[in-house]
């Protein structure tokens, strides 16, 4: 099904030449950067990745929580947590930084510069020219003949109308475009010097102050409803970075039994919550490979909406293995939601990988076989094919 | 300035990080060497074997990589690692950096055995040794408890301005007394307090004993750190003789986001200089782009031919397709598109056109 965004798409787009015919006065206030779903009902947000929407069923649905659980190295699923936030900027939604490892003002930087569509149109994918047969040129298609004016759909990013954008990895997001939005943060070395009247090695002081300061934005802001004349809504997107790891003051990643085995998992409550009640979604990384007691990641998993497990490939034996060697690892979709009904509608396929490349993340089926005449890339793109056909 | 030692070549300014705001004397000294290019190869997808200088250029990178970052040095009982906490220490010195050392488990006299006098120099030693406790009640002295943040940026404040290096023999010693958490989040911010105080702290050495601590803590050191140095017992017949070879495994995080891992044999010789003894012959390396050929061919061993040659393929091409329109067709259609519809009928060899109306037959 073709994304049509509630305005639709005209046929200058070169999209589809498809309108949405919806009296105009009925039309809602849509929020930007938000689709409904078909499936559910609930307003959607791109994580960032088009790939991981296709993943998750279209999209993360608003008032969720998504958890990522963090590769050894941490390296994907920082990626991860930046391209949620520069999906937030792109839209215009607020943000809401929280660390303790590094100052929210450096993690904005450092965000990906978004790809408009004149700049990505130009670089053709190779695997959407392996679909036509070999003798078929670029220039002159023999039996495609009749789409070869028409740019290529679902590959060009467009402007912020669309749902789910592209972004640079090799480039910074631009300061302008920073400015352009509200941000809150919250660094926990800096609050902990702000009020250093409280123990510092008391692990729930730093998940009491963070959820505090959370509460404070979403009632100050508006965003669960409490100024009902604000006509504009927004979103606000929360990205909390390695939560539960020793620097927010927790001792799960270093013993068996820590002192207060259930401060992660009560934060996880609260927080939970307060999305539900607001206009608001959250991305949170978890060093899940450090917490000692296993049962606590149950718990955890339990108690968000959608959990992501990264597996990076680097210093590992997989690493030579040929079957994985375009992937930089696994992705493995521990839970989906059930939001209104009573099962997840998503498939549940397990041998999920992802490709890192300069401008494009993408998750794959793993196992596809090496065709003998042409690369491998007929497969996946098949594959590719079919999760949009699911969604 | 010292000329600098020979075992350290040491980059030239080419956009790397320290060369924006190092001191005017380690300017001068950068400026003397040439340039190297480190070839440390992300354990990616290939593991090349390096030549022996790059063992010695690696040892560079380190320092050239670091920036307030930790820099942990992991021994176990079987290899000390002391020795090369000390060869940290002394290139440190040798950089013009002043070096800030809070000892707690050897005396200070046994730490600054064996360094040549111009390191001596800008050694500041903190004595957490003598008195961990305060029992004597004399000034002077560094307690376990005063290791913070702000602790530490006072005992750095008293030393002379510049780059500093922080270094901590041993790390253990303070997590056997103090909280994981605490003593990580002090780590974190000694920097920033460091920075507030108008100091510059280039990076924090800091020595662990693995097997003191249960894995989960390690681990978690390990994931904190930028720079992980695990120092071990090499086997025997590496080197020369009168040289004791360790191995090192080095992993190291770098700001972009890479990971390098390497491994490699080193002795130390008089005046705490590092000596690499090259690489050890673990894992062969194995090219990818041997790869394809020897994937599996799927239709290899069949008893059907699925394979085309050239005439067959030249032949495939030579079919007709069906819907094949000529060139002036296919050009009009692509160009009206936007128009209303028009009907193209092309008559094939079976038609029979009659321009004839057939309702002129009926007779009614």
């Known amino acids: 099904m073709a994304a049509l965004a509630t305005g639709g798409a005209t046929p200058s787009d070169g999209a589809t030449s498809f309108q949405r015919k919806v009296p105009a006065s009925s039309r809602l206030a849509a929020i930007a950067g938000t689709r ?20 998750l069923g279209g999209g993360l649905a608003v008032g969720t929580l998504l958890l990522i659980e963090e590769d050894k190295y941490g390296i994907y699923s920082n990626l991860l947590f930046k391209y949620f936030l520069a999906e937030g900027i792109v839209c215009g939604h607020n943000l809401f930084v929280a660390s303790a490892k590094e100052d929210p003002a450096d993690i904005l930087k450092e965000l990906p510069a978004p790809l408009f569509d004149d700049v990505h149109k130009n670089q053709v994918d190779e695997k959407e020219t392996a679909i036509k047969s070999k003798q078929e040129s670029q220039e002159s298609m023999k039996i495609a003949w009749r789409y070869q004016n028409l740019p290529k759909m679902e590959v060009s990013p467009a402007a912020s109308a669309r749902f789910g954008h592209y972004y640079d990895v090799s480039k910074t997001v631009s300061p302008e475009l920073l400015k352009s939005i509200k941000w809150h943060r919250f660094f926990l070395p800096e609050e902990m010097s702000l009020h250093p009247e409280i123990k510092t090695c008391n692990m729930t002081c730093g998940y009491t102050r963070l959820l505090q300061s959370i509460q404070r934005i979403i009632y100050q802001e508006g965003f669960d409803g409490s100024y009902p004349q604000k006509k504009q809504k927004n979103i606000l997107r929360i990205g909390i970075q390695s939560l539960g790891s020793v620097l927010w003051g927790d001792d799960i990643c270093c013993t068996d039994n820590p002192e207060d085995i259930f401060s992660l998992t009560k934060f996880l409550y609260v927080l939970r919550g307060l999305l539900r009640m607001s206009l608001s979604a959250c991305i949170i990384t978890v060093p899940a490979h450090l917490i000692q007691n296993k049962a606590i990641m149950e718990r955890v998993t339990n108690l968000s909406d959608t959990v992501v497990g990264l597996e990076s490939f680097i210093g590992s034996e997989r690493e030579t293995n040929p079957l994985y060697k375009d992937y930089q690892g696994l992705i493995h979709v521990h839970q989906i939601p059930r939001l209104n009904s009573l099962i997840c509608d998503v498939s549940g396929t397990k041998d999920l990988a992802f490709r890192l490349k300069r401008k494009q993340f993408t998750i794959e089926f793993a196992d596809h076989q090496p065709c003998a005449s042409q690369k491998e890339h007929i497969l996946t793109f098949k594959h590719r094919l079919s999760f949009r056909a699911s969604s | 300035p010292p000329p600098p030692p020979p075992y350290f070549i040491e980059q030239a300014a080419r956009g790397s990080p320290t060369s924006q705001h190092g001191a005017a004397q380690g300017r001068a000294s950068r400026s003397v060497c040439g340039t190297v290019a480190v070839r440390c190869e992300v354990i990616g997808r290939r593991r090349r074997r390096g030549a022996g200088e790059e063992g010695v250029g690696c040892w560079a990178s380190w320092w050239l990589g670091q920036r307030g970052g930790l820099v942990l040095i992991e021994d176990t009982i079987e290899c000390e690692g002391r020795s090369l906490l000390k060869t940290f220490v002394a290139a440190s010195a040798h950089r013009g950096e002043s070096v800030h050392v809070f000892g707690f488990e050897i005396p200070e006299e046994e730490f600054r055995a064996g360094f040549d006098p111009d390191v001596t120099v800008r050694l500041l030693y903190q004595d957490g040794f003598t008195d961990p406790l305060r029992w004597t009640g004399e000034a002077g002295g560094f307690c376990g408890e005063e290791f913070t943040a702000l602790g530490v940026s006072g005992q750095l404040a008293r030393g002379p301005a510049g780059p500093a290096t922080v270094v901590l023999d041993s790390l253990s ?74 191995l090192a495994s080095m992993l190291q995080r770098k700001e ?90 092309e008559p094939d060899a079976a038609d029979d056109l009659d321009e004839e109306d057939p309702d002129d037959d009926l007779d009614v």
């Open chain 1, 36 to 55: 409904p779903s078909v499936r559910h009902g609930q307003l959607l947000l791109s994580s960032g990745l088009p790939s991981l929407d296709c993943v």
């Open chain 2, 173 to 246: 010693w303070l997590l056997l007394r103090q909280p994981l958490p605490a003593v990580c989040q002090a780590l974190g911010r000694i920097p920033m307090a460091a920075a507030s105080a108008g100091l510059r702290v280039t990076r924090i050495l800091a020595l662990l004993h693995g097997d003191l601590h249960p894995p989960g803590l390690v681990e978690t050191l390990r994931s904190l750190a930028r720079a992980v140095v695990g120092v071990g017992p090499a086997p025997e017949g590496v080197g020369s003789g009168g040289d004791t070879p360790r």
């Open chain 2, 256 to 345: 972009t986001g890479k990971v390098l891992e390497k491994e490699e044999y080193f002795t130390i010789l008089a005046g705490f200089t590092p000596k690499a003894l090259g690489e050890p012959t673990g894992s062969v390396p194995r090219d990818e782009d041997t790869d394809p050929h020897s994937m599996a061919d799927p239709a290899a061993n069949l008893t059907f031919n699925l394979r085309l040659s050239d005439t067959e393929r030249r032949a495939r091409d030579g079919v007709p397709l069906p819907f094949h329109f000529s060139a002036q067709k296919k050009s009009s259609l692509l160009e009206a598109s936007a128009s209303a519809g028009k009907i193209y009928y």
